[in-house]
């Protein structure tokens, strides 16, 4: 059974620029969350996608956006790039979007902005 | 507001020693659910234990062990015996059920860094 696959693993743009992350969620999940993690940080929670749409936000700006797709898979978008985006950027995947389903991440893309 | 807060920055213990990572946490909510998960230098957080603010029985797998105290807001976990493949990032987490519009989405700690020597 796979886990959660995300692509790719490591990314290296200029500021500036525009990124996309990938995600496919685990076997028999339909949700899907992202999450960004600074170095040194507890990861910080950007959205959340459910049946292909946009259900909850964090604090992050507009220049981060997402989709998903009907196979559950889905993209993070990041536009403008800026330095303080270096991050490590990790999906999630659970069996609804309820705070008792339990989160499974993916290995994350590691994502560094010059 | 909401907010997991984890005192111990790092931690280093030898092989065999026990350690307890302490987790605290706040809420308005009377439902809530916490979590613990492990970060090896991979980058992958693993999911170790979810725990429902209605059950503080403590909970035990193995060398690990969790104990979930309601009255004074926290849910330490102990590892038994560490051994050098313990060694990683440890956090908690609180995803709650009504108040911050906080429905699904988990508030991390900020870690704790545990080394085991052998």
């Known amino acids: 059974d796979a886990g959660v696959t995300q692509s790719p693993t490591h990314l290296i743009k200029t500021r500036g620029q525009q990124v996309t992350l990938r995600c496919s969620p685990k076997s028999g999940h339909d949700t899907v969350s992202w999450y960004q993690q600074a170095l040194g940080q507890g990861p910080q929670f950007i959205f959340q996608y459910y049946?292909?749409?946009?259900r909850q936000r964090g604090n992050f700006p507009d220049r981060f956006s997402g989709h998903q797709f009907p196979n559950y898979s889905s993209e993070l978008n990041v536009n403008a790039l800026l330095l303080g985006d270096s991050a490590?950027?990790?999906c999630a995947?659970?069996?609804?979007?309820?705070?008792?389903?339990?989160?499974?991440?993916?290995p994350g893309t590691r994502l560094l902005v010059l | 507001a909401q907010k997991v807060?984890?005192?111990?920055t790092e931690i280093s213990v030898v092989e065999k020693e026990d350690v307890t990572?302490?987790?605290?946490?706040?809420?308005?909510d009377t439902t809530y659910y916490l979590f613990w998960y492990k970060q090896p230098p991979s980058g992958e957080l693993v999911f170790l234990i979810r725990r429902n603010s209605f059950d503080e029985q403590n909970?035990?797998?193995?060398r690990y062990s969790w104990n979930f105290q309601k009255s004074t807001s926290s849910f330490n976990f102990t590892i038994t015996a560490s051994q050098v493949v313990d060694s990683a990032v440890y956090f908690c987490a609180l995803s709650e059920a009504k108040y911050g519009g906080s429905q699904g989405n988990l508030i991390f700690g900020k870690g704790t860094k545990l080394s085991v020597k052998p």
Do not use: M, N
């Open chain 2, 21 to 28: 990572l302490d987790c605290v946490y706040e809420t308005r």
């Open chain 2, 59 to 62: 909970e035990i797998s193995g």
């Open chain 1, 93 to 106: 995947s659970s069996l609804a979007p309820a705070p008792k389903e339990t989160q499974y991440f993916g």
């Open chain 1, 88 to 90: 490590l950027y990790l």
């Open chain 2, 5 to 8: 807060t984890q005192a111990q």
């Open chain 1, 51 to 54: 049946e292909e749409e946009e």
